[in-house]
């Protein structure tokens, strides 16, 4: 059976690709091009036909032959870069859909089939989809470490030490004292634990990396009428939240994805801060709370005109926040003074807005961001490092002279669970839930 799929964008475009792979996808090639002869990795300029007529499709394509098993998904492979007009694209796969053991690739198929081929592993895998998805600066250097292999190479060097670690205490219970060297319980005591350690610090990461995949999360609070909404407009550059002079307009939390320099982030609006006049308010004020309280960063506006701030928006803040003192435009000299970082604006006549975003860039990156290559980026990877580090500490606590085999059989559960990462072991469970996000063709 062969696979077929758009792995470029609809049309039109210059250019659109489309892939096929499986077994015959050769002959298929020969069939749609009449070539008499494909090179192999190389650019083959042809006509692409209707088989059933003859009728051309396009008159002038290309044409990339990478036979097995050294292709992306380790099946023969092709390619047909294509005019990408809508008409063009659209017969080429009618045509294809029409012809024997050929069909219509599944989401992530192509990248599935490369890894049940051991073309790739999972983390390889998942990272090739965030790097398609990636939308800032900071998602892709981070997705681009992970295709890289940098994780997936720490992980198995983790692993092999605990098969190593493993395998001396399987030769402790099988062989005599004699035969193997002195002190070895107490060596694989030593390794493991230094295993521990480093699995430890993988951890206890603050979520870098999954706030950086999934973005950082940012709230906007204060009381009503400050410019909360109208600061989110400004910085989403599009009117994402309605603006009134009625206290007490935004009752829910809105929400808008913005790239801050590079740096993925979620902002939120929230209800202004005041006693609730109704119960939709009050509620819509726990929310904002709520926010508040999970928030990476938050950013509280208030009024620089005003005389007086409410004591619960002052309780709100914190080192993690960047106060706005906003309507600078009515009053231009800073009204009120906070040990925190503190930014003079004018939302409504877009002045300090840029400090605003420099700040906000300079507090993600001063908290979150990591220089370690290997960040856990999903929360599957978090699960399996945290069953592995039971397991080793199941280990460590057992006195291993009286206790060999059952110490043996942790150490192979703590093993397991670092293969699971990488796809070593016991991965078939979870291939749907990574590759059902990809895009057809990929």
Known sequence: MNIFALSTGKGPSGIAIIRISGSTTLSLCETLTKLKEIKSNEVNLCKVL??????????????????????????????????????????FLKVLSSQKDCRMAEPGEFTKIAFQNGRI????????????????????????????????????????????SLSFIEAKIDFAEDDLPKNVLKEVHKSVR???????????????????????????IGETNVG????????????????????????????TYLNIDGYPVILSD?????????????????LALKKHKDADLNIVVLDNSANK??????????????????????????????????????????????????????????????????????????IKLNECLKEIEKFLKKDQNKNLELAAEDLRMATR????????VDVEEILGSIFNDFCIGK
């Open 270 to 286: 929230t209800a202004g801060i005041r006693e609730a006049k109704n119960d939709i308010e009050k509620k819509g004020i726990s």
């Open 121 to 164: 592993d999972l983390i390889k895998a998942e990272s090739i989809g965030d790097l398609i998805h990636s939308e800032t600066e900071l998602q892709r250097v981070q997705a681009v470490n992970l295709v890289n292999g940098y994780a997936s190479e720490y992980y198995d060097s983790l692993r092999s030490k605990l098969i190593k």
């Open 309 to 382: 701030i409410s004591k619960k928006v002052k309780s709100l803040i914190n080192k993690d926040t960047i106060v706005l003192l906003n309507k600078s435009d009515i009053k231009n000299k800073i009204n009120h003074k906070f040990n925190v970082d503190t930014i003079l604006v004018s939302v409504k006549k877009n002045k300090n807005i840029n400090k605003l975003v420099q700040k906000i860039k300079k507090k993600l990156s001063n908290k979150y961001v990591s220089s370690k290559s290997t960040l856990v980026t999903r929360e599957r990877h978090r």
């Open 417 to 424: 669970h670092l293969g699971s990462i990488i796809g070593k």
């Open 228 to 255: 909360k909404s109208s600061l989110l407009n400004l910085l989403s550059k599009r009117d994402v939240a309605i603006v009134s002079d009625e206290a007490g307009t935004t009752r829910d939390v809105i929400e």
């Open 194 to 220: 230094a295993i521990h350690n480093d699995i430890k610090k993988i951890i206890d990461d603050n979520r870098i990396g999954e706030k950086i995949r999934d973005g950082f999360r940012v709230s906007i």
């Open 50 to 91: 209707d088989p059933d007529n003859n009728l051309i499709i396009d008159p002038e394509a290309l044409l990339l032959w990478f036979p097995k098993p050294n292709s992306y998904t380790g099946e023969d492979l092709a390619e047909f870069h294509i005019h990408g007009s809508n008409a063009v694209i659209s017969c």
